[in-house]
T-cell receptor, first 111, second 115 residues
């Protein structure tokens, strides 16, 4: 079945360093979504990318959707302690387009 | 707006006991979902309900049952709990057909421990 793979599983950075997580799908996606889960919290929607090659920015966060619509990335510039959490990508798959989540990248930031 | 409300937040069960996790949403969403989250495994879909009156299996349905009681409520039942069902359970809802809101809204989660 369809798989969404995400790397790395963990990332430890010093505050101020950049961070990137990558997401790859085994099939072409109609769209890809990104969610953030703070420690002890629940996933919260960040953004949805739909177009091939699309790039969207939210302050220090930059999201990209690959030209082939099979991969995506999230880049955080100059990380802050408020960026700590697990970042998930998710793409529609299976019956009725239910979201399939990557396993997430857990980001820790050392002040 | 409360969004998606789950109860209980925490529960400890003994092996073989049964329990029901409750979920309600006040956003008039059509679709509702139950996920479980385990360390290193991400979010895995247990069951979903695309609309009131329908339910379908997800990736990991064994050991669970669900009921879509009405448009607002979607419950998850463990008939005979096993230690392998120790996890954090998230309920979510989604408004299908609305391109501006075709995303998942999650509840706060229910942390279940089976001894």
């Amino acid at each position: 079945g369809q798989q969404v793979m995400q790397i790395p599983q963990y990332q430890h950075v010093q505050e101020g360093e950049d961070f990137t997580t990558y997401c790859n799908s085994s099939t072409t996606l109609s769209n890809i979504q990104w969610y953030k889960q703070r420690p002890g919290g629940h996933p919260v929607f960040l953004i949805q990318l739909v177009k091939s090659g699309e790039v969207k920015k939210q302050k220090r966060l930059t999201f990209q959707f690959g030209e082939a619509k099979k991969n995506s990335s999230l880049h955080i510039t100059a990380t802050q302690t408020t960026d700590v959490g697990t970042y998930f990508c998710a793409g529609p798959g299976g019956s009725q387009g239910n979201l399939i989540f990557g396993k997430g990248t857990k980001l820790s930031v050392k002040p | 707006n409360a969004g998606v409300t789950q109860t209980p937040k925490f529960q400890v069960l003994k092996t073989g006991q049964s329990m029901t996790l409750q979920c309600a949403q006040d956003m008039n969403h059509n679709s509702m979902y139950w996920y479980r989250q385990d360390p290193g495994m991400g979010l895995r879909l247990i069951y979903y309900s695309a609309s009131e009156g329908t339910t379908d299996k997800g990736e990991v349905p064994n050991g669970y049952n669900v009921s879509r009681l009405n448009k607002r409520e979607f419950s998850l039942r463990l008939e005979s709990a096993a230690p392998s069902q120790t996890s954090v359970y998230f309920c979510a809802s989604r408004d299908r057909g609305n391109s501006g809101a075709n995303v998942l809204t999650f509840g706060a989660g229910s942390r279940l421990t089976v001894l």
